[in-house]
């Protein structure tokens, strides 16, 4: 639609210009960095960092229906840089002007209502976020369009050229880092470090596919990146793990999504959310509590996350029930298939730690809670997702089964709904539902398919077809058409 056709009032704040003040802000010393280099950890301490806007009076002073009637026009916008996570530009980078802006697809993925049968079965309305809809098939899209638009900016500003981004990946952020840089073509080369055997083929194909560098670490994600976190020190690299902080400002837009999806009413509702590296959790419960703090929701949702028990670090942590007392101890991971969520060591642990303080703060109560998962859950309730039309990948699952936990527990009511986060593209991690049908993970995995959950293609057998011109060809379709009817018992 073109400008002239939006309300007047709206039409002057439709194309959004560059505005604001954002800085890093430590999370230890809450020391505070210009954003004009592309910083990891504090260079005073070491900490973990978020970017906060230091001059956001253009948003405080409009009211939040103002801002939710924006972002629901610029729906109808066709400008290509407000399609993705941008459409949200104030709230997310703003001090970007729209041609930094990557725009390849991502964001605005739908919700996707369970049916009636799923719904009496599990207990309550629920809804699956289909993150794999992002164009590489995981919501990591979110972040690295963020990230990445920051990186032009910083290219076309002269602040920085000829950059080489590097991350460690349990798949699905090499696949999309690999993805984003390769649009930029060559002012940006890729390179990602995967744990050797520990990503599934299907991710492994997407970032060699993007033409990246790939290079396989024996060991496990934490080890990857650990090397990665050492290249960032020591040489000229741009870290793209959601260690990097425009990541999270990126992933924020799912909380955002969600909330426009709903129109604003966030009342009565529990949002499902698997945990590795917990970048994921710290975007949604930043995002809302931006929501808030601007007036576009006056209830924070309850935020759920999820963590299988072969890696559950941050399940353990919240166990100890008096903050004082809790402490955090990184673990060794079991093999989990939740591969992409199997990390024992979070990045973002600190940012989890104060972001949930600020949360319940918030909210006046308790509203985030951390549940565990069996890997047997995990697989099961991925496959009863599916069977009932989702595309849920194994982390999907995990939220389902978090689900199913959650209301055992009492931490979900029978009157909330649920929003749940499919993490990625069932697509990817076929060969964990392989491993199910065919019976054949191996003992560390834990699982064991329940029968009415398997399936297998079956055949007509040996005989082949004749040529479609051979008189014979009408007699192998009707034995071919018999042998059907019986498989389908017709
Ligand atoms: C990265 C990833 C996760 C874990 O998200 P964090 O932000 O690391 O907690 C879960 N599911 C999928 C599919 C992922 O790619
Ligand atoms: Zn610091």
Not at 30 to 57: M, S, W
Not at 64 to 83: I, V
Not at 227 to 242: F, G, I, K
Not at 391 to 416: F, P, W, Y
Request: aromatic share 8%; proline share 7%; charged share 20%.
């Amino acid at each position: 639609m073109q400008i002239q056709a939006f309300p007047k009032p709206l039409q002057p704040h439709l194309i959004p210009v560059p505005r604001g003040n954002l800085e890093y802000a430590c999370l230890a010393c809450r020391g505070r960095q210009a954003i004009d280099k592309l910083l990891y950890t504090c260079p005073d301490c070491g900490g973990v960092l978020l970017i906060e806007n230091r001059d956001d009076r253009f948003i405080r002073n409009r009211r939040g229906a103002f801002w939710q009637r924006l972002f629901d026009y610029r729906r109808l916008l066709t400008e290509p840089a407000l399609q993705g996570i941008f459409r949200y530009h104030e709230l997310v980078a703003p001090i970007l002007s729209l041609p930094d802006v990557l725009y390849l697809g991502e964001g605005h993925t739908p919700l996707i209502r369970a049916n009636p049968a799923l719904t009496r079965q599990i207990g309550v309305p629920f809804y699956f976020k289909n993150e794999g809809q992002n164009p590489s098939a995981s919501f990591k899209d979110r972040g690295m369009a963020c990230a990445l638009s920051y990186l032009r900016y910083l290219i076309r500003s002269k602040k920085q050229k000829d950059i080489l981004a590097v991350c460690a990946s349990t798949g699905d952020t090499s696949a999309s880092a690999a993805l984003y840089a390769a649009y930029l073509g060559e002012s940006i080369r890729s390179a990602v470090l995967l744990p050797q055997g520990k990503v599934t083929p299907q991710q492994l194909s997407q970032p060699l596919g993007s033409g990246a560098t790939v290079i396989e670490i024996p060991g496990v994600f934490d080890d990857c990146m650990k090397v990665v976190e050492y290249l960032s020190e020591h040489y000229p690299v741009a870290l793209l793990n959601s260690k990097n902080a425009w990541r999270i400002l990126g992933q924020e837009t799912y909380a955002f999504e969600v909330a426009q999806a709903l129109d604003y009413q966030c009342d009565r509702l529990a949002l499902l959310v698997p945990i590795g590296n917990a970048g994921n959790i710290t975007a949604i419960l930043a995002g809302f509590l931006k929501l808030a703090r601007y007036g576009l929701i006056t209830k924070l949702p309850k935020i759920v996350g999820v963590q299988s028990r072969h890696a559950n670090p941050v399940y353990k942590y919240y166990l100890e029930p008096v903050p004082g007392r809790r402490a955090f101890r990184p673990m060794a991971v079991q093999p989990s298939v939740a591969q992409a969520a199997m990390i024992g060591n979070p990045v973002s642990m600190p940012r989890v730690i104060e972001l949930v303080e600020r949360y319940n703060e918030w909210s006046g109560r308790r509203n985030v809670f951390v549940v565990e998962v069996a890997e047997q859950a995990i697989m099961d309730h991925m496959l009863l997702a599916n069977r009932n039309g989702h595309i849920a990948c194994t982390q999907g699952g995990e939220s389902l089964a978090g689900l199913v936990r959650a209301l055992e527990e009492k931490k979900i009511g029978r009157r909330e709904t649920a929003v749940l986060a499919a993490t990625a593209h069932a697509l990817k991690f076929s060969g964990f539902q392989d491993m199910y049908f065919q019976n054949s993970f191996p003992p560390e995995f834990e699982v064991r398919p329940r029968k009415a959950l398997q399936n297998a293609p079956r055949t007509t057998g040996g005989e082949l077809p004749p040529r479609p011109a051979d008189p014979a060809y009408a007699g192998f379709v009707e034995r071919t058409a018999a042998k059907v009817a019986r498989l389908l018992k017709l």
